[in-house]
DNA sequence: TTGTAAGCGTTATCAG
DNA sequence: CTGATAACGCTTACAA
């Protein structure tokens, strides 16, 4: 692998001006320079990227840190954010489990995007004490350098459960994603927070985990249940999916023996039968957003509060 | 930040001596060892990843490059990567874009598993050039330290369709993918294959691009036209679901008006209606199997060869 | 305009 | 068992 070193040696230069041509300083004769760049292109020569960090203390890395690679949800956020720092000279790093603890305490990274509630606050507090910002999608947690943009979870569910009120449903229920989520407890505090007040006291909570696998199952023992809802909130698209796709086995017509609504848009409630009422979020855009934000932090020093992601109800045909 | 410096001046220990404290190496007093652990904890220390990079020439990350963040695919290849990697003390960093060509270039890892088709072959040969294994996904390559698997999608396609032709479809059509997707292109060969097997001259071909949105679109089409045919594969599933939901709604019946099947086996084709038959690949386990042999070129240096990945039909209801 | 040299935080060689 | 010290590849005062 050829060094710094190689190149000044053939373009027959001192290393520190051949350093300073690579790195277009001013002050370098143009026929030098040409020479310079020359060698490097022929020695096929790329900056140690150890030796460069070790210096400058910069890495041109943003660590992205998932909590798993499988999910819809994530792709988009993800294209957004890739889009933008690769406009703006920063590379993408995503990982998830443990490594992403190492890429962040190791400074691997120049800034970090949480969206995996499996890292401990502490570890995040640890890492944004050296300076390095942090921005959590998952969880509510601001100080010196962690800033935080998270859905409106409990708005967008109220809001849209009054609705369903209004529309006369009167027997609903929850079904819920894994309790220890986030999103999904949110969820269900605008869900409760709607009939209360709507003076509805009681409601139906099957407990799922997010995935379609779940909502199935829960779906094929509600459907031939005794009590059974007319309306059916679900705490995310995927277990909707299952959810309906078990009632229509079971014979059940939707939305009118029981109607359900999902949260996330992904693409494929579009094209299931009936195509799914959801709630959803830009999060491309969001991505966007956050790749905006964590860049101007580091390279400008700014401290803006992030905005909330935008969402909205996607009416379609499942209530 | 703490350094090994402030380690060893807590521990009032040298540098040296902190050092092989802190790398679990032998000859160094019990006594000791504990005083310089016990510093290391108070002072949160983590060793700073490019200077020992830049002297051990190890990183630790092994990088997978994929060209997009989206697609159900990829997310179970990257979940079997990421276990086993974390379970062998490797860190998984996956990009995408032009953040993947600096990953590699400037030796941020110490070996990549490409899913990528944009990085040309010269980088990978360049990069391998170093000593640094690449294991490539997307294409058949192969040299010093370029190892390849992929997907026997010709030999899946051309067995399947061997079968569905003895069950006496006879107006086949071909839903492709992208014209420059390797996968698309081997499987239409094992597609034509079987065809021509079996004596069948014709074909009709829908040019697709793997979203559903597409297969959406050439239904409604197909659906109305007049040449219809009685069996069309195609080239994934994602395509399959959006064709097979707009002949539904033109009020065809699958399969008794028009058969179709499709290839991945993503989980969605289990809950649509009717069960897409298709052909599906473990991708887990193809991950773990890939995650496996780069590990072990990288620590031990063995040079075996990959398997392909295990691919079958999964028979639904779709044909 | 170019060169010399210090230093970034480690590891590893060599003495002690 | 422990401690100086060189070296990894690069950037950046400072000197020439």
């Known amino acids: 692998m050829a060094t710094i070193k190689d190149v000044a040696k053939l373009a027959k230069v001192s290393i520190s001006t051949a350093s300073y041509a690579l790195n277009n300083q001013p002050n370098v004769h143009p026929d030098t320079r040409k020479r310079i760049l020359e060698a490097a292109e022929t020695l096929h020569y790329t900056p140690h990227f150890s ?22 949800i994530f792709s988009d956020v993800l294209e957004g954010i890739r889009q933008y720092l690769q406009d703006n000279g920063y590379n993408i790093i995503v990982s998830s489990g443990r490594a992403s603890t190492t890429l962040l305490l190791e400074r691997q990274v120049d800034g970090a995007i949480i969206f995996d509630s499996n890292i401990t606050d ?23 350098n962690i800033f935080s943009s998270v859905i409106d979870n409990e708005g967008l569910v109220k809001d849209f459960m009054s609705v369903i009120l209004k529309k006369g449903y009167q027997k609903c229920a929850y079904l819920s994603g894994p309790e220890d989520s986030f999103n999904n407890n949110h969820r269900y505090v605008g869900f409760k927070d709607a009939l209360h007040e709507a003076g509805i006291k009681d409601h139906l909570y099957y407990k799922g985990d997010f995935t379609v696998q779940s909502g199935y199952d829960i779906g094929k ?16 698209d995927e277990s909707a999916i299952g959810f309906a796709r078990a009632l229509k086995e079971e014979g059940l017509r939707i939305p009118d023996d029981v109607a359900i609504a999902g949260f996330d848009n992904i693409q494929m409630v579009d094209f299931i039968h009936p195509k799914l009422t959801t709630i959803g979020i830009d999060h491309f855009m969001w991505g966007k957003h956050v790749a905006d934000t964590i ?14 992601p935008e969402g909205r109800i996607y009416w379609r045909e499942s209530c």
């Open 51 to 72: 030796a460069r960090n070790l210096k400058t203390k910069k890495t041109g890395n943003i660590g992205v840190f998932i909590y798993g690679f499988s999910g819809p």
């Open 122 to 144: 502490d570890v995040l507090r640890t890492y944004a004490k050296n300076g390095s910002p942090i921005i959590v999608l998952d969880r509510y947690l601001t100080s010196d």
């Open 221 to 236: 023992v509600v459907a031939i249940g005794e009590n059974r809802p007319d309306f059916v909130y679900c705490a995310n």
């Open 295 to 308: 860049v101007n932090i580091i390279d400008h020093g700014t401290k803006d509060r992030l905005n909330q």
